[in-house]
């Protein structure tokens, strides 16, 4: 061999065989975000998909329900709400929807699996209205937004949601649907503008246990029994 030891060839033949070079992974691939951003009635929305999956006519009936409920519940609760909302459909959260600071993500797997389920934006978008400062009382800031989406909601009934009937064992401090309903009762039942002023005292923040009474002339525990005895005083009705 020209140019080569033989030293060097016998050793090239009992050398172990180099290594193979590592199989790089492939780079993850980025998630197609899309944002759109859409001004009318007075409020901008801010749309931001992680999802390249969502369906867009899920995307275009939350639209639809944003711009139809919210200025609703800023005329009836707060005006001075927030003019600009950002929605964030985001797999990377795992619970149904939250809102924080003008924020709501929603979970795209429930939007799939519950097509129908509109009013999740009702609810969450009433927290905006809300407005309350930190620490207020979770039972009735969850009971006021699920009574503004029994209220002001739009597709409740084709969603299959409903405000439970009374069963004994509960209490207004459940929270969500079973204080809503206890306070559809009182709107019903000679307390019409009851949510408005928790609502607002909860806002401003001035509530305390003892503005029932002041509000209605009895205690929220007389009230509770006053509901518990009459339950379907109610006449319950839903779009």
Avoid: C
């Amino acid at each position: 061999m020209p140019g080569l030891s033989l030293s060097f060839f016998l050793a090239s033949l009992t050398a172990p065989p180099s290594p193979a070079l590592p199989t790089l992974a492939p780079l993850p691939q980025q998630v197609a975000v899309t944002r759109d951003s859409l001004t009318k009635k007075g409020y901008t929305l801010i749309f931001i998909s992680k999802d390249p999956a969502l369906n867009p006519v899920t995307k275009q009936r939350m639209i639809d329900a944003f711009y139809t409920v919210y200025p609703k519940e800023a005329k009836r609760f707060n005006p001075n709400t927030l003019k600009k909302v950002t929605f964030i459909v985001d797999p990377e959260y795992k619970g149904v929807a939250a809102t924080h600071n003008g924020i709501v993500r929603y979970n795209p797997t429930w939007l799939k699996d519950h097509p129908e389920d509109i009013d999740v934006v009702t609810h969450e978008v009433m927290h905006i209205v809300q407005g309350y400062p930190s620490g207020s009382l979770g039972w009735l800031t969850e009971g006021i937004a699920d009574y503004t989406r029994y209220a002001l909601g739009i597709n409740n009934q084709q969603g299959k949601w409903a405000l439970p009937d009374y069963k004994e064992g509960q209490s207004y401090t459940n929270s969500y649907r079973i204080t809503a309903r206890f306070l559809a009762w009182l709107e019903q039942n000679g307390y019409p503008k009851i949510v408005n002023e928790m609502d607002a005292a909860l806002r401003a923040h001035t509530y305390s246990p003892e503005l029932w009474q002041q509000k209605t002339g009895k205690t929220l525990d007389e009230l509770w029994a006053a509901y518990t005895a009459n339950p379907t005083a109610v006449k319950l009705a839903y779009k």
